[in-house]
C-alpha cells in the first residue's frame, strides 16, 4: 500500500479558455467522492483510471497539508457508496510553460463548463512571483465557492462564472446552510474497508 505526506502550495484560476496545445493531449479522467468535509479539513476518495486512492487534506488557501494512501478497488468500491450527493468528475491534463506545470481540469455533468488550473509552486515566494499566460483568468485560490468539496455538494457557482471578479473571499461557512459534513456511523465500515487486503 502506497502513502504519502506531503504540503503543497498551489494556486487555482478560472481558465478564459483552454491552450493551443492542450487539445492534442490526453486527459485522465477523475472521479471524486468526499466521505468527510470540515470548514479546515475533508476526506475524499478519488480514482485516476484504474488506480484508487484515499486522500486526508488540512488547511484552506494557499498552503495546505495532504495524506494520501493508494487503496485497492475492492476497498473503494466499499467506500464509494458513501460519498452520495458529494462526487464530482473532471478531465485532467498536464500542460507545461516555462518553468509552471499547470493542472487543468475540465469538469463534467452538473459542473459542465467549469474549467480550472491549478498550479504548484516550491515555496510562497515562487507563487508570488508568477505572470498570468494569456489564457488564465481570475483566481479563486481563496474563493470557498470553488472548493472542489463545495462544488461536489452545490455544484456550479453560476454567478462566480459570469462574473468572476464578483468570487467571494469567505473563510466561514455560515449561511451556507453547512457547517460540517462528516460521516459518524459509517466509521467502523470505513475502518474495516481499509484494514480490507
Do not use: C
Not at 15 to 25: A, F
Not at 88 to 97: P, S
Amino acid at each position: 500500500m502506497r502513502r504519502s505526506i506531503s504540503s503543497e502550495i498551489e494556486r487555482s484560476f478560472i481558465l478564459k479558455r483552454l491552450p493551443q496545445e492542450l487539445p492534442n493531449s490526453r486527459g485522465a479522467l477523475i472521479k471524486q467522492g468526499y466521505l468527510s468535509i470540515e470548514p479546515d479539513r475533508e476526506v475524499h476518495l478519488h480514482s485516476i483510471e484504474e488506480r484508487f486512492f484515499l486522500t486526508a487534506m488540512t488547511g484552506e488557501g494557499l498552503s495546505r497539508g495532504e495524506l494520501e494512501t493508494e487503496i485497492t478497488k475492492i476497498q473503494f468500491m466499499g467506500l464509494w457508496p458513501l460519498t452520495t450527493g458529494r462526487r464530482l468528475e473532471k478531465l485532467r491534463f498536464e500542460y507545461r510553460e516555462k518553468d509552471y506545470v499547470f493542472l487543468i481540469d475540465i469538469y463534467q455533468d452538473k459542473l459542465d463548463s467549469l474549467m480550472l488550473a491549478q498550479i504548484e509552486f516550491k515555496s510562497v515566494n515562487h507563487s508570488r512571483r508568477f505572470t498570468y499566460p494569456d489564457f488564465i483568468g481570475e483566481e479563486v485560490t481563496d474563493d470557498w465557492r470553488f472548493k472542489e468539496k463545495i462544488l461536489a455538494i452545490k455544484g456550479l457557482p453560476h454567478d462566480a462564472i459570469s462574473n468572476p471578479s464578483q468570487a467571494g473571499n469567505r473563510k466561514s461557512y455560515k449561511g451556507f446552510g453547512m457547517n460540517s459534513v462528516s460521516l459518524e456511523k459509517p466509521r467502523a465500515k470505513l475502518l474495516k474497508t481499509l484494514s480490507a487486503r
